[in-house]
């Protein structure tokens, strides 16, 4: 029998603790380029798939990325009714969202063909995350690809355990770290970071980014041994020459664009705008729309140039602010009367109504993941409708952005939150974006911040975030203090930092040039602090430490009970703990070390549960007087409940002073009546009533 003969290369290397491969030519070789990543027990095939022509009239690159985990990955069947991967996790959106980022930049402005990467974990790894490996497999698949790719780069995981950095560490180190940290880049430069810290001095955590960097390059010279072992076709690609265009627009519309760059309200701004580019199309008069399609992206080009040389050359923003300026902040708490915790966070014309809503802990998230099936007690969900950028759009749910934002705001938080043993109620935030003019994920964490405090949850302090930008050009380059959504836009980085007084409690990067260097990220760190402290005092003067419990919010109560009183509170098939909830309306969980969790819609609800528990656990007193139910009738006496599951023997001869011939003509069943309790015979209570006479 024939053999295949398979075209096969590989790269091995040591990245911290692990032994990496790179291999291809083996598996999809229909692709454009494909690759298997392994690592440990870890295994990640990327692949990329590219168009060779591209569309003329596309003025973006359609980069699509995709990060999928499938359950045998971990030996595992899906749950639910469909046995099947469905829809991407939360999870998985945003891996792919971690991909994407530095991969994107890394193209040439005039490429516009269309290009899918996809990650797809089939081995997993209990011990590891597998998100740097597909990062790895990205960038080693599109360096091979013969596209100009510009990378390749290198991805490293950054934990802070102990005082020491640690290189990728596992998830066992990840619990004991004071960060988690995830750090993209090239030979000579960083393109994105995504991290979440225990309030890190930003020396700290600029460390942290350096030493990835650092340790990364060891990835960046794998992937470019192995395209020299494969020796791709490199594709032929040409820049647009779009410099008459340019001319032309500059003399005859530069005025007119800096007058509009010069209107600080951002729709009258986007009115001008749009005038311009609709007077541009109607000077095009017969043109194809190939050369249309490069006039509008020279006038883009155009527009980008005048607002990046203001800001270099005479240090104007488009508002008219310094570089290091804040936008004038309002601030409203408890504007919305029936929710647990509200904030109205207003800063220029970005804008968001956070509602924090606190629930027991079956409200709690309930994940399934590749390692196993956990439940998050802290939700944080970010909405952007169109209607905060006076659009039109149609109602649905969550985008990639949207998930992005809101896990952005979630990491910003968390470690600032009671543990459940303190504060024992599931969190929701919401945030409602209700206007945006750049920054609306930081605008969240401020509210955030200011709803929990208003609902009561004893965060240790509060959080603030700022988004920085950077213009640059050759050496000379600005770092430009809560940016505009336009200067987001036609600017080169995206920088936001979220923190307390003590420390960065969350960092965000993304970069849309070839990289930067530790100058910018040391002083766009260093203004951040001063912004994140300005933001801080405004928030303190709204509202600076936990309010009490809103009369809207559920009651929670928690108690400890012996062991031997689990089966009591459960009762025979869980009938007793189902009788509490049915008479109380309360929800009562019980775990195997006996804490009990009573949660209640009100106080009232709440109290009534815990009183029945209460009876429920005590131990009868000898002398004590009770209130029971008789249970039973017996020719000798009658069975009094006097609590719960405890019944006690009503002799005949202690019913009466007055002597009594039948149990029957003094007591019937479901009666209630005044006992004492006289002692025990063999474990049995013996009640009295006469005694009580």
């Keep these: 029998m024939d053999k295949i003969n398979f075209d096969e290369h590989s790269v091995q290397f040591k990245y911290g603790d692990e032994d990496f491969t790179i291999a291809t030519g083996k598996i999809a ?19 990329v798939v590219a168009k060779k022509d591209s569309d003329p009239l596309k003025d973006f690159f359609p980069l699509a990325v995709f990060y999928e985990e499938k359950f045998y990955a971990a030996g595992k069947i899906p749950g639910g009714f469909f046995k099947r991967e469905g829809r991407p996790t939360e999870n998985e959106t945003l891996v792919s969202r971690l991909i994407d980022r530095p991969l994107r930049p890394l193209f040439p402005s005039s490429f516009t063909n269309e290009v899918q990467v996809i990650c797809t974990v089939m081995s997993a790894d209990a011990h590891q995350n597998s998100d740097i490996a597909a990062l790895i497999g990205a960038s080693a698949a599109l360096t091979i690809s013969g596209m100009p790719f510009q990378g390749p780069i290198g991805a490293a995981r950054v934990g802070f355990v102990e005082d020491s950095y640690v290189l990728n560490p596992s998830y066992d180190q990840l619990s004991n770290s004071y960060l988690d940290m995830v750090v993209a880049g090239t030979k000579d430069a960083v393109l994105m970071v995504e991290s979440e810290a225990k309030e890190l001095s930003e020396d700290l955590m600029l460390g942290a980014v350096l030493y990835a960097h650092q340790e990364m390059q060891v990835v960046v010279n794998a992937c ?8 791709p076709n490199i594709w032929d690609t040409e820049e647009q020459d779009l410099s008459n265009f340019e001319k032309d627009i500059l003399e005859n519309y530069s005025s007119k664009i800096k007058e509009a760059f010069k209107t600080s309200d951002k729709s009258l701004r986007g009115e001008m705008i749009s005038k311009i580019h609709a007077d541009v199309k109607d000077s095009a008069g017969e043109m194809d729309e190939i050369e249309l399609s490069k006039m509008m992206k020279s006038l883009k ?6 607002l990046r040389k203001d800001i270099l050359e005479n240090n104007q923003r488009i508002d008219g602010r310094s570089l290091d300026q804040v936008r004038p902040i309002e601030i409203e708490t408890s504007v919305l009367s029936r929710t647990h915790g509200s904030a109205l966070f207003t800063r220029g014309e970005t804008q968001s109504i956070v509602v924090a809503t606190l629930g027991s802990t079956k409200d709690a998230q309930r994940i399934e993941n590749l390692n196993a099936e956990t439940t998050d007690p802290f939700m944080l969900h970010y909405n952007f409708p169109g209607y905060s950028v006076g659009e039109i759009s149609f109602p649905g749910g969550p985008k990639r952005r949207e998930i992005g934002h809101g896990n952005l705001a979630k990491r910003a938080i968390k470690n600032v939150l009671p543990n459940l043993e303190e504060f024992g109620y599931t969190i929701r935030v919401v945030s409602e974006i209700t206007e945006s003019n750049g920054s609306s994920s930081m605008a969240t964490v401020c509210g955030t911040s200011l709803s929990l405090m208003d609902a009561g949850v004893p965060i240790t302090s509060p959080v603030a975030g700022v988004a920085m930008g950077l213009v640059k050009d050759g050496e000379s380059f600005a770092v430009l203090t809560d940016i505009l959504g336009d200067e987001d836009h036609l600017g080169d980085m995206d920088f936001k930092v979220a923190g307390t007084s003590n420390g960065v409690t969350a960092l965000q990067m993304d970069i849309k040039i070839e990289g930067i260097n530790e100058q910018i990220m040391e002083e766009a760190l260093s203004k951040a602090k001063k912004a994140r402290l300005h933001i801080l ?12 419990l809103s009369e809207n919010a559920p009651s929670l109560k928690k108690l400890t009970v012996n ?4 089966k009591e509170i459960i009762g025979k098939g869980g009938a007793v703990i189902k009788g ?6 309360a929800s009562v969980d019980i775990d195997d070390n006996g804490v009990v969790t009573i949660f209640g819609q009100n106080q009232s609800q709440m109290q009534t549960a815990l009183e029945i528990i209460e009876n429920i656990i005590e131990e009868p007193e000898v002398n004590k007087i009770y209130e029971g139910k008789v249970v039973k009738i017996m020719d000798f006496g009658a069975f009094v409940n006097i609590l719960p599951g405890k019944d006690g023997l009503l002799h005949i001869s202690e019913i009466s002073n007055e002597r009594v011939e039948n149990v029957t003509d003094v007591l019937s069943e479901g009666d209630t009546v005044k006992v004492k309790l006289l002692g025990f015979d063999r474990g049995k209570m013996k009640l009295s009533a006469k005694a009580i006479e």
């Design 580 to 585: 509490i909830q049915q008479d109380s309306g």
């Design 563 to 566: 062991q031997d009183k689990i």
């Design 301 to 306: 080009n155009v527009e980008k140039d005048i």
């Design 224 to 231: 470019k041994q192995l395209k020299e072992k494969v020796n």
């Design 29 to 47: 070789r229909q692709a454009s380029s494909s690759v298997l990543v392994k690592s440990g027990d870890t295994a990640v095939l990327a692949t």
């Design 537 to 548: 005092e405004a928030m303190n003067k709204a509202i600076s430490e936990p309010k009490t």
